[in-house]
């Protein structure tokens, strides 16, 4: 799947002037509020016209400005899943399932029910009204009725940001299920760096409606330019759980020169995950550490210092080809003597890491 989108669209005093290409998995939509994210998502799913520009899905354009090409929304066979999961109250959970097939044509096909209700965990939901369903399993059943519609594209709009942080961790696993097993591709709004950091393949960033960068989600979310606000910066590593310490609740990750140890969840041995390490939690010592509460200790060599005109550097380690950032003061850095070439031992806050 390969969709193409070139947008210009004058909304008041706001120009969203905006173009990128996505490939199969999650395309993550990043930036701040009002930075054009949803308008343009709603050019993509034909809920706008812009003033200029296209979107072409796999070589066949379903807007295209100049030669008068709009598709109707409801023949695009894209899937909508909004920041409210938008169920019908008086529908149990299975009619809201099965509402989206009542659009489907016979030749498209999906997933079937019974594996939408398996990869969503909602078949003890499927006898309950809406009003009986946490906000979680509202948008799990929002994104299952989206999933029955036999999408050839599933658009999300900031599906998680009405949910408290525990509901959040709810869905997120059954999200990243949907990216795994699924051939569905997705594009993900969202302002929130820990959701696109599990979730995205490929982000877009967005910053006053126009795209300031895009590529691979390891790389942009490592660098602390494509951050909104310097406190989010981190480098986002991807490992293999190794093992699941049951009496320290802590998960050991392989990566590409060492070792992480993640508490909290329990980690499946064999899965691969992406952890998040933001630099503010990364202190620098030019000896290794002992005697030292903190278990993850990685050697690297400083590959690059810059420096902020508020009394910090961001320093970018290579951990044998994980890239490891920390921001410390620029005292710090003159009191170590840190230069570019020189080993020295990345201390990580176990409680920091995000898997």
Not at 89 to 107: D, E, I, Q
Not at 209 to 230: Q, Y
């Amino acid at each position: 799947m390969t969709l193409i989108v070139e947008a210009k669209q004058k909304l008041g005093g706001f120009l969203l002037d905006a173009a990128f290409t996505s490939e199969r998995g999650v395309t993550a939509l990043f930036g701040r509020s009002g930075s054009g994210k949803t308008s343009l998502i709603r050019i993509i799913a034909g809920l706008a016209r812009p003033d200029e520009g296209r979107v072409v899905l796999d070589g066949k354009p379903l807007t295209e400005i100049a030669s008068g090409i709009f598709v109707p929304k409801h023949r695009r066979r894209f899937g909508y899943v909004f920041q409210e999961a938008r169920l019908f109250p008086h529908l149990s959970v299975r009619a809201n399932l099965s509402y989206g097939r009542w659009f489907t044509a016979k030749t498209a096909r999906g997933e079937s029910f019974d594996r939408v209700v398996d990869l969503l965990g909602i078949e003890p939901l499927l006898e309950r009204s809406p009003a009986k369903l946490s906000g979680g399993e509202k948008q799990r059943v929002a994104i299952g009725r989206a999933l029955l519609s036999a999408p050839r594209l599933l658009l999300m709009d900031e599906p998680l940001a009405a949910l408290d942080d525990a509901r959040k961790a709810e869905i997120l696993p059954y999200l990243e299920r949907l990216r795994d097993e699924t051939e569905i591709p997705i594009v993900y709004v969202s302002h929130s760096i820990s959701e696109v950091a599990r979730l995205a393949n490929q982000v877009v960033v967005l910053s006053d409606g126009k795209v300031e960068t895009t590529g691979p989600a390891i790389d942009i979310l490592s660098r602390p330019s494509a951050m909104a606000d310097r406190k989010e910066a981190g480098a986002l590593l991807e490992g293999t759980v190794e093992s699941f310490d049951p009496r320290h609740r802590l998960s050991t990750v392989a990566l590409k020169s060492g070792q992480l140890h993640i508490p909290g969840a329990a980690l499946t041995p064999g899965r691969p995950v992406r952890i998040r390490i933001p630099s503010r939690d990364v202190m620098l010592a030019t000896a290794r550490p002992e005697g030292f509460s903190a278990l993850n200790i990685l050697e690297g060599r400083i590959a690059a210092i810059s420096s902020d005109d508020d009394g910090t550097v961001e320093i970018r380690l290579d951990c044998g080809g994980d890239i490891v950032l920390s921001r410390i003061t620029t005292l710090s850095c003159e009191r170590l003597d840190l230069q570019p070439g020189r080993v020295v031992f990345a201390v990580i806050k176990t409680v920091a890491l995000e898997a």
